[in-house]
């Protein structure tokens, strides 16, 4: 069940950077500096998410972004006025977000925790295994807490087709910084989800490139499926900007011009233009007193081994 990988060594880091596409190589799992929690699926859980995700339910789902109203509101120096921060900006005159075609290896992912439906986005990145996801780390724990159940992952989700079905989790991976501390900083997140019809993921949707412990500032594109006003989580956002610092909370995430709302937590930000570039930190969260930003984690050497643990 849930078991504590500790890292062995500091060494430097290698392979940081992994090529688009299923069909590239992998670089070999390196030494990570923190512990990763992981947490394998029951069989029978497995089995049975595949059919338990109607429709109906998927449309029923909550946006995760109220998962980190806790860690938000701490940070935030202009709380909402009924004391209840929110993770994402309010609608805006002009929206940032645009819609844009599905991407194959982009989606929707579903889970339960606390005994209610969940919804983020969600990007299937290069791995050893073939079937590595990552999302958000609220999206599949607690943080600090339990780890999500019954969670799938869609591809190319658009207004309830799933063309590619549905691909349940054997594993679910996250930085103990998020599953103990619950610090927004780290959260980000990785499933492994089983394969289909004797296919991995890659193999049947593609998958991006993963890079870390780059540069600050640089240029992004922000994917997800925003559910909350004044969008409806059944199509694909794109934002794109030049990352800053948090000024606000002072964590080392950064954050790009964007107003997707809830339920794109977890979705892939890409190095430069487009959904082609490699992959290298997710939508986390947003400042009630910064409307119209998103902000994602960096992803350095904690992160990294995450998705080491995951891939291999």
Known sequence: MRRSIQALTTAALAGAMLAFGSGMAVAAPAPADADVDTFSVPAAETAA???????????AAIPADTLVLDQ???????????GEATTYAA???????????????IGKVFFTLGGLDY????????????????TAGHCLNEGPGDFASEFIFVPAYENGSAPYGQWPAVELVAPTQWTDGGDINFDTGFAVVA??????????????????????????????YPAASPFNGETLQ???????RDRIGGTTSQGVSCDMTGGSSGG????????????????????NTQPGVMYGPYWGSVIQGAYQSAQG
Not at 195 to 224: H, I, K, P, W
Not at 280 to 285: A, I, M, P, R, T
């Open 238 to 244: 794109q934002c794109a900007g030049t990352a800053s």
């Open 195 to 224: 394969n289909q019809g004797g296919r991995t993921l890659a193999a049947t949707v593609g998958a991006s490139g993963v890079s870390f412990n780059q540069s600050t500032g640089l240029s992004y594109t922000l994917y997800g």
């Open 119 to 134: 919804v983020c986005s969600a990007n299937s990145v290069t791995s050893a295994n073939g079937n590595t996801v990552s």
């Open 91 to 105: 609608e805006q005159p002009v929206l940032q977000a645009t819609r844009v075609s599905p991407v194959s290896h």
């Open 49 to 59: 998410a595949t059919t338990a995700w109607t429709p109906e339910r998927m449309e």
């Open 268 to 287: 892939p930000w890409f190095i430069g233009s487009g959904s082609g570039g490699v992959q290298n930190s997710v939508n986390s969260f947003g400042y």
């Open 72 to 82: 938000i509101g701490e940070l935030d120096t202009a709380p909402a006025p009924d």
